[in-house]
């Protein structure tokens, strides 16, 4: 019986979003076209169609997003009565088993009439509690166990309309597993991805992160440049749930080692002032399998020089809010600027919150991209490398 349901669930069709930052959403709907999707962008999300095996793909695959969340539904909600009704209509027999925990995890209002958010989590609640008691034929009036996988259901209304979502992820895609120890400051896992998959990086050139901290911008470009899935590592929600077939997901798991290009050779270079955090970048890097890609070390980004051409630097430097004090960024920021202007043929992308960086690194930026690392707005200064052939620098 059980079987029988699986089969069947595999070929059904669910509406999806993948949630992203501000500022990214394209290069998700990039990503989720490689994956040989149609999708559609829009403000903090990409919309896309597809069965249990694609939630179980996105999820392992998907670098720049944050969550993947599937779309029970979709209405006009101008009153509670309106909202408690529809969420009733919605067809929870066929995500939630009996014994399923689900909270409301989350509601959000927007330029709407109903604007009470407690009130809105407590009435969809209320209305999925009474349709799955109807659907398992329990009494009304007894409170469902809830003692099972984990269902977290959201609700956000944006002008009116109500949409109902499940996670399908649990902790955020941008924990990948392998951070053992962080440090400071370190960049979003998923946001160093998009930052790479922005740039004009390829596996074929050389990387360098000079203010590297616990390594974040190389591990996610040596696992780009092996084609190691993401969330191979790591735990998703959909993996507790009865519907969610194990042996699919241990084939799409085991399909995804099989992708790995082993034999690769990359060339990325993670430095940094700070000894400690070296050790921490080469403890992480050895958690995400990718160490003997990366050479870490400690020196300042002052030092660097290299002869290698057409190579790309990446760099989330410390900035007034996080770590230095103004003077010290101010002279760090001309420090990079002098150090980097010998390096004509290297692209640089460098993230800061700064507003000033320009002038006190020294030139403007071939482009600006507005992004924000959590709450904090910053910009992603890019600076794009002259295209030389090797045998015109001879
Ligand atoms: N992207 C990193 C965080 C970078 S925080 C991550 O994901 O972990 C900024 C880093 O710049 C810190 O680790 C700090 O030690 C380093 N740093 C500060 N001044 C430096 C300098 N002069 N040369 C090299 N690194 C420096």
């Not at 989590?121 to 799955?132: D, E, F, N, T, Y």
């Not at 956000?156 to 955020?172: C, E, H, M, P, R």
């Amino acid at each position: 019986m059980l079987a029988f349901i699986l089969r069947g669930r595999m070929k059904t069709k669910f509406k999806l979003i993948a949630t992203a930052a501000a500022g990214l959403e394209a290069v998700v709907g990039r990503e989720i076209r490689n994956l040989g999707l149609e999708c559609q962008v829009e403000n903090g999300r990409v919309r896309f169609d597809g069965t249990v095996e694609t939630i179980i793909e996105t999820n392992l695959w998907l670098r720049a997003a944050d969550r993947i969340k599937i779309v029970v539904g979709s209405f006009p909600a101008k009153t509670f009565e309106e909202l408690f009704q529809s969420v009733f209509a919605l067809d929870w027999e066929n995500y939630l088993p009996l014994g399923a925990k689900f909270p409301i995890a989350k509601a959000k209002c927007v330029k709407s009439k109903l604007h009470n958010e407690p009130s809105v989590q407590a009435i969809s609640k209320k209305a999925v509690v009474k349709k799955l008691q109807k659907r398992y034929a329990r009494p009304e009036g007894v409170p469902l166990i809830e003692n099972g996988a984990e269902f977290k259901i959201e609700v956000s209304i944006l002008k009116d309309v109500a949409t109902v979502l499940i996670d399908t992820t649990g902790s955020s895609l941008f924990k990948r597993g392998y951070r053992a120890e962080k440090g400071g400051a370190p960049i979003k896992e998923n946001m160093a991805a998009a930052i790479l998959l922005l740039s004009n990086w390829y596996p074929d050139k050389p990387l360098i992160d000079p203010t590297c901290g616990s390594g974040t911008f190389c591990i996610e470009a040596a696992m780009i440049g092996m084609n190691i899935a993401p969330g191979l590592h790591r735990h998703f929600a959909f993996e507790e749930w009865n519907w969610v077939d194990s042996d699919l997901i241990r084939h799409v798991r085991a399909r995804a080692l099989g992708q790995i290009k082993q034999d690769i050779q990359l060339d990325i270079l993670g430095t940094d002032i700070d000894a400690r955090m070296v050790e921490i970048a080469k403890r992480n890097a050895e958690e995400a399998g990718v160490s003997e890609q990366i050479v870490f070390k400690q020196m300042r980004l002052q030092d660097l020089h290299t002869d290698k051409i057409n190579g790309v630097i990446v760099s989330n430097p410390p900035y007034g809010e996080r770590l230095l004090d103004d003077d010290a960024v101010t002279k760090l920021y001309q420090e990079m600027g002098q150090t980097f202007a010998p390096l004509k043929t290297w692209s640089k992308f460098i993230l800061t919150s700064d507003e000033a960086f320009e002038s006190k690194y020294g030139s403007p930026a071939d482009k600006k991209r507005k992004l924000y690392n959590g709450t904090l707005k910053v910009d992603l200064y890019q600076y794009f490398g002259q295209r030389v052939k090797r045998q015109e620098l001879k």
